[in-house]
């Protein structure tokens, strides 16, 4: 009865709907701000990295300034430079001569981490590359577009750049002679530097990827040699021996955290990837949550060549992951309070109302609201000139059955009584309890004739149940039907004064007024 009492209660449902909607809504933000936060600390992570990256190149810019106009741009190397240009028959002359009086410059770079020099006529042939003097003599404006600028523009260029046996950042300079432009001079500071320098003083563990096709295009062999495809990102490749000496490192990452990092991000990573941005995937794995940040890479024409990848745990997105879960709990453990509080209050409603309206022993209307509804119809009556009657009956000789069985088989008997008459009116009908034997059935739209026999019908059917083996209950009926001009306590009068006439003729009878 409660659960049906409940579940069609309209108040209980819109109630329960609402606190269902709010929870929510609720769950709806806190899920938005997450994604927010999360977003937030992506870019900043994003922004972290590409800080990183651009204080290393920053003071390597410092570095190479100074060793280019402290002691690469001086009268002595250019003029060799100068003399190599204009006589192409002792070319291999100069450069061992400029190869030789550079030689411990150049040893001492290694601890600059600025190994690559290389110096380049003006018209783009390669002159001499310090880190590979064996190789020589190739044009470079079509591979290079840095020296081509450098050389035609006369003004310096700083920026990454894919090159025959470097991929790095290049720090080009004019060189100038005698208010001539001879050449231009290169410091080359490579990608396998620059991890390792960022790998040594930040956190997380750097890589640096290249797209495939610039290293067919325009890489020496045994530089090609050095790289291997991505198994897992199409198109571009990595120098594996880089690669292996990060892994081989301690407290770095488990080669299978980047992969299922990877794997998971799978979709995302292609179609960035393709569009050439930069951005930032993370992924939870066994119970903590990782980043990896992508910075994109660009050349001269300002397009991607490759990323600078940074892969770290992420405590702050922790954080917010436990911060939301938190919230999600106490939301929910909110809505299963309210729900049980809600039930709670309704059902206690609920059987205040009962106690207001119906009698405590059979469940039935009390006389309290018996006389409310008769109100309500007496003003129907005088409003629609609408018909209603008051039908009252007691069980005959009930002192006795108390006094013979007691009073909890009396109770009992008003209860199978109850339930007896409540089975054989019409719904629209209104029955309860007067007090004591005394029962009221109010019903509405009902002339005097069609009253009667209700009357009748209940009276039988009293008579014919078998409330106790021994007894024969009965029952004795008035019936007064609403009149004109007459008010509620008359038309009560009336059907006691028919149930008095019941009894006085013998009882189980019905009487009309």
Known sequence: MKKNFIFSNKYYLLTLILIIIIFFIFVFFSYYEKLE?????????????????NLVLDAYKITADSLFENILDTPAIKSIIYQALNNEEQRDYYRQKLKSKLNSFH????????KEIHFHFKDGISFLRMHQPEKFGDQLF?????????????????????????NGYRYI????????????????????????????????????????????????????????????????????????????????FNLA??????????????????????????????????????IRITGVDGLTKGYLISYQADQALNFISQKFLNILIIAIAFLILSLILLRIIFLNNHKLRLLAHNDELTEINNRRHLTNVLTKEFNRHQR?????????????????????????????????????????????????????????????ETELKAAYK?????????????????????????????????????????????????KAKGRNRVEID
């Open 142 to 166: 079509a591979k290079r577009k840095s020296i081509k600028y450098v050389n035609t523009e006369a003004k310096r260029f700083l920026g990454f750049e894919e090159g025959c046996a470097c």
């Open 173 to 252: 300079y004019p060189l100038n002679y005698q208010g001539q432009h001879i050449g231009s001079i290169g410091l080359g500071l490579s990608f396998t530097k620059i991890t390792d320098l960022l790998g040594k003083n930040f956190k997380g563990l750097k890589l640096f990827i290249i797209k495939t096709d610039l290293l067919e295009k325009i890489a020496f062999a045994d530089q090609k040699a050095k790289y291997k495809n991505f198994s897992f990102l199409k198109n571009y490749s990595y120098n594996y021996n880089n690669y292996n000496q990060i892994f081989e490192q301690k407290n770095k």
């Open 384 to 444: 629609y000139n609408s018909s209603f009657a008051f039908i009252i009956f007691d069980i005959d000789y009930f002192k006795n059955v108390n006094d013979n069985y007691g009073h909890d088989e009396g109770d009992r008997i008003l209860k199978e009584l109850s339930e007896l008459i409540k089975n054989n009116i019409r719904q629209s009908d209104h029955f309860g309890r007067w007090g004591g034997e005394e029962f009221v059935l109010l019903a509405p």
């Open 107 to 114: 040893q001492n770079l290694e601890q600059y981490n600025l």
């Open 454 to 502: 209700l009357a009748e019908k209940l009276r039988k059917a009293i008579a014919a149940y078998n409330f106790i083996q021994a007894e024969n209950i009965t029952a004795s009926f008035g019936i007064a039907v609403i009149e004109n001009e007459e008010n509620i306590e008359e038309l009560i009068k009336r059907a006691d004064n028919a149930l008095y006439r019941a």
């Open 37 to 53: 936060e999360e977003r937030f600390f992506k870019n900043q992570s994003l922004k972290r990295s590409e800080a990183e990256l």
């Open 257 to 294: 955290v980047i992969e299922e990092i990877n794997l998971k991000n799978k979709a995302k990573l292609e179609s960035q990837l393709k569009a050439g941005n930069s951005f930032t995937i993370s992924q939870r794995i066994s119970g903590s949550y990782y980043t990896g940040t992508f």
